[in-house]
């Protein structure tokens, strides 16, 4: 796959490069943990990094495969719908075990 340009000119590789995402490469498999501090360990393995023309910062995930990632009672404000858009999480490149 060739490194694609986001609308602002710079390729993908170089945004993921000044979100301070240097340590991955694409197709490398990693896992997700929910940053949401509520006590319970919330980790979704095996997946893997595929760049995209996403905001600095974001990263996607398909459900319902990331589902464990969102706590029951993490929600938006009004009108109170679970807050599957806005789950904080971290890469771990360890992620390809279980």
């Not at 694609?4 to 498999?29: D, W």
């Not at 980790?43 to 319902?64: F, G, H, N």
């Amino acid at each position: 796959m060739s490194d694609r340009t986001t609308p602002a000119g710079p390729t993908i590789t170089e945004a993921m490069a000044r979100s301070g995402v240097t340590s991955l490469s694409e197709e490398q498999v990693v896992g997700l943990e929910g940053a949401v501090q509520d006590g319970a360990e919330r980790v979704v393995q095996e997946l893997r990094v595929i760049p995209y023309d996403l905001p600095d910062t974001c990263v996607s995930a398909c459900y319902p495969e990331a589902n464990p990632l969102i706590p029951v009672g993490y929600h938006d404000g009004p009108p109170n719908t679970p807050a599957c858009k806005g789950v904080p999480v971290r890469i771990r490149a360890d992620g390809a075990g279980a």
